[in-house]
Every structure is written in structure tokens, then in C-alpha cells.
């Protein structure tokens, strides 16, 4: 009786740090067909073999139990993500090493620790970097300098809004807003006359609000099999590039009428 | 050309800053990156869509390559090769259109974009069919001029099989 309590105890750490990991992985951009391996390789290393998991794109379920082996069961929700393949890649070198290495349970647990609390982009270099990306990207859809410096200007000022008013709003208003700033900020670069053209301008401005993560990742897990996944990311993703058009097209609509500017 | 080559290298790094990919990868993320750009404008691709399928095919055969070579998640490398190529300025567009009332140019904006997004889907689900073993075998070959103390027990791992 002692034996089994101990081993229930034993299995129940496994099983928790096989759904840290998952959380991990599935709370910061990887596909479920990841999340599921990466499960089954700590249980199955740490023998736990009745193991099953069932992967959602906003939850993990996870049980085991046979006759050898004690029950257990966890339900976790994950009602948000944020892209950090930072942290993917580390649970991903994590779980190889577990395999190649002789881990205790404590030594995985005090990893994903580490990687857990892995610091963040600081806020100035993440607008710095947003301001290059909509630079290069205006560069490449054929604009010249003066859309280059219009785009580095707005896609910095996008990432301070992104990054100050972005987390205490909903998704959709969220990407409303953003899209509507866009379009404020290039018609305003347009008129005063630093950028000559206005596409190319909006086109890299756009570019870091498209949501890549969901999209790619939504395609891999229906090209895996996991169509509720997979259909949930692609749903997600048509969402934003919606609301980013709605909220542009708005901003247009009131130029047009408020000030008398023409249309694309 | 070169100047193309060089903002599409930049441009895909720095979106990967903001996705938080690590330093050690920059490098091919960007050159997943402008590769893809690089064959998206080839001249004598007749459409856009077309365009879009060689590109989607050479990224995500990039990515793989990366991922196997440097044994790391293929999201990494496959999110820098298709940043440029997701046609999420063409959904703006179609968006835009409908909200401003211009239903003939949505159609065939919306028309081109969905088609774009359906061929990158195909092009991902083709090169996924590639067995593993065949990207292993390509590492194996770079793996082989690498002394890193890492990668030793793997590289002889290969040799044996």
C-alpha cells in the first residue's frame, strides 16, 4: 500500500511536468503535433506508458491509468498566446535532451523553470525592430526612401500602441484599431509629402500586424490531421486580417468624407 | 537585385526579433527569408499565385533543411520564409474594398489572395511529405564538416547507419 502510494506520487510529477512542458509549448506558438510528442516523450522516458494526450489549440487534455499504472487526469485551458519561439525552441532542445541525457524529474521541472522565466524583447528594441520590418518591406514592395522613412516611422508607431494599449484590449477591437492607425499614420505621411506613394507605403506598414504564427501554424496542423486545430488557427487568422481591413477601410471612408481625399 | 536580397535578409530578422527567435538562428532565418522573396519575384513566373507555389516550395524545403541541420523547431525557419509571401496585404485589400464599397475590385483582389493562401497551403503540405530520413541524410553531409563538440555523437550516429 505504501509502494503504490509512492508510486502514484511519482507518476502524478510526471505527468505534471509532461503538461508543463506542453503548456509551454502550445501557450507560445508550436503546432499541436509537437505538443502531443513532446508529451508522450517525458512520460514515456520517465515510464509512464499508459499516457494518452488529446491536444486542442486552446487546451490539453491529459490522462493515464491502467492496470499497472494509477489514474491520473488534467485538464488545462490556455485562453491566450503569445508568440515566443524562443521558449518553443528551448522545450524542444529540452525534450531531446531528456532523451539523450539522464534528467531527473527535479532537474526537467527547475528547465522549464528557467525557461519559463525567460525575459521578454525589451519594448524600445521590439519598435525599433517593427519600425525596420515595415522599412525593408515598404523597400521591397517598391517604394523609395521617403516611403521608407514613412514606413520605419509608422510601424514604430504602430509597436508603441501595440505594446501600451494592446494588452488590456480584446483581440478584435485590438486589430481594428491597429489597422485604423496604419492607415491614419501613412495618409498623414502621404499628405505631408514624405512618402510619394501611398500603396507601397500601407503594404509594408501592414506587414507585422499579419498573424504568420497562426496562419503557418494553422496549415501544418491541418496538413498533421488536426482539423479543430488547425481550422480554429485559420479562423483566428482570417479574423485579424478582417478586423486590420475594416479598421483601415473606416479610416479611408472618413478621409475620403472629412477631408476630400480620393480613393484607392 | 542585391539591394531586393538584402531588405528582404533584414526585413525577415526582424520580424524574427519580434517572434523571439533566438540569436543563433538569425542568419537562416533571413536567408530562408530573401531566398523565398528571391524566387516570389522571379520574372518569368506568370502570376502571382505560381509565384507564390515555387516560393512557399523552396521556403518550406529550406526550413526543413535548417531544422534537421540545426535540430531545432521547423516554425522557426518556416514562419522567416513565408512572412513575405502570406498574403495578408492582398486580405487587407479585399477587406478594405468591401468596407469601401468597391465590389468588383474585392472580388478579384479577395480572388488572388484566398487563391495565394490556398497554393501556400498545398506547397506546406507537399514538402511536409518528404520523409524525415531524406533531410537527415542532406544534414548528414553538412554535419559532416562541423567539429562542434554537440553534433559529434550525432554525425557518428549517421555514419553507422
Same mark, same amino acid.
Given at each position: 500500500m505504501e509502494r503504490n502510494g509512492e508510486q502514484e506520487e511519482y507518476e502524478r510529477e510526471v505527468m505534471e511536468t509532461a503538461m508543463r512542458a506542453g503548456r509551454l509549448l502550445l501557450g507560445h506558438g508550436a503546432e499541436i503535433f509537437r505538443v502531443e510528442e513532446t508529451i508522450y516523450r517525458i512520460c514515456r522516458h520517465y515510464g509512464v506508458h499508459s499516457c494518452s494526450a488529446f491536444? $486542442?489549440?486552446n487546451g490539453i487534455f491529459l490522462t493515464a491509468g491502467s492496470r499497472e499504472e494509477p489514474g491520473y487526469s488534467a485538464v488545462r485551458h490556455l485562453p491566450s498566446w503569445e508568440t515566443r519561439l524562443d521558449k518553443v525552441a528551448a522545450v524542444n532542445q529540452l525534450?531531446?535532451?531528456?532523451?539523450?541525457?539522464?534528467?531527473?524529474?527535479e532537474?526537467?521541472?527547475r528547465r522549464l523553470d528557467q525557461i519559463q522565466a525567460m525575459p521578454g524583447r525589451s519594448g524600445i528594441s521590439q519598435i525599433l525592430a517593427a519600425g525596420i520590418a515595415c522599412a525593408c518591406f515598404g523597400f521591397l514592395f517598391g517604394g523609395d526612401w521617403g516611403v521608407v522613412l514613412s514606413d520605419f516611422l509608422t510601424g514604430a508607431i504602430l509597436y508603441i500602441f501595440v505594446l501600451t494599449a494592446g494588452p488590456s484590449l480584446s483581440k478584435i477591437t485590438n486589430n481594428i484599431l491597429s489597422g485604423a492607425l496604419i492607415t491614419i499614420c501613412c495618409i498623414a505621411f502621404y499628405r505631408? %509629402? $514624405?512618402? %510619394?506613394?501611398?500603396?507601397p $507605403?500601407?503594404? %509594408?506598414?501592414? $506587414?507585422?500586424m499579419v498573424p504568420g504564427i497562426p496562419f503557418t501554424n494553422g496549415i501544418r496542423d491541418l496538413a498533421d490531421g488536426d482539423y479543430i486545430s488547425g481550422s480554429v488557427r485559420m479562423l483566428d487568422a482570417i479574423l485579424v486580417f478582417m478586423s486590420l481591413g475594416a479598421g483601415g477601410g473606416v479610416a479611408f471612408l472618413l478621409y475620403h468624407y472629412v477631408l476630400g481625399g480620393v480613393m484607392l | 537585385m542585391i539591394g531586393q536580397f538584402i531588405a528582404a535578409f533584414i526585413g525577415t530578422v526582424a520580424f524574427g526579433y519580434l517572434f523571439g527567435i533566438p540569436a543563433t538562428y538569425y542568419a537562416y532565418c533571413g536567408l530562408c527569408g530573401s531566398i523565398a522573396w528571391g524566387v516570389y519575384t522571379f520574372p518569368f513566373w506568370n502570376s502571382d499565385v505560381v509565384?507564390?507555389? /515555387? !516560393?512557399?516550395?523552396?521556403? !518550406?524545403?529550406? !526550413?526543413r533543411? /535548417?531544422?534537421?541541420?540545426?535540430?531545432?523547431?521547423?516554425?522557426?525557419f518556416l514562419i522567416s520564409g513565408l512572412i513575405p509571401l502570406v498574403p495578408g496585404v492582398g486580405l487587407y485589400w479585399t477587406f478594405y474594398y468591401l468596407v469601401t464599397n468597391q465590389l468588383e475590385q474585392m472580388s478579384s483582389t479577395g480572388l488572388v489572395a484566398v487563391k495565394s493562401a490556398c497554393t501556400i497551403v498545398v506547397g506546406i503540405v507537399f514538402v511536409f511529405e518528404i520523409p524525415q530520413k531524406f533531410f537527415r541524410f542532406l544534414a548528414a553531409g553538412f554535419h559532416k564538416g562541423e567539429t562542434c563538440k554537440k553534433e559529434k555523437d550525432n554525425s557518428g550516429k549517421g555514419k553507422n547507419q
Open positions: 491536444v $486542442l489549440s525534450s531531446r535532451e531528456i532523451e539523450e541525457k539522464d534528467y531527473t524529474l532537474e526537467v521541472n505631408i %509629402g $514624405l512618402a %510619394g506613394e501611398l500603396r $507605403l500601407l503594404m %509594408g506598414a501592414i $506587414l507585422p | 509565384a507564390s507555389f /515555387f !516560393a512557399t516550395l523552396v521556403a !518550406a524545403f529550406l !526550413a533543411l /535548417f531544422a534537421v541541420w540545426k535540430r531545432c523547431p521547423v516554425t522557426i
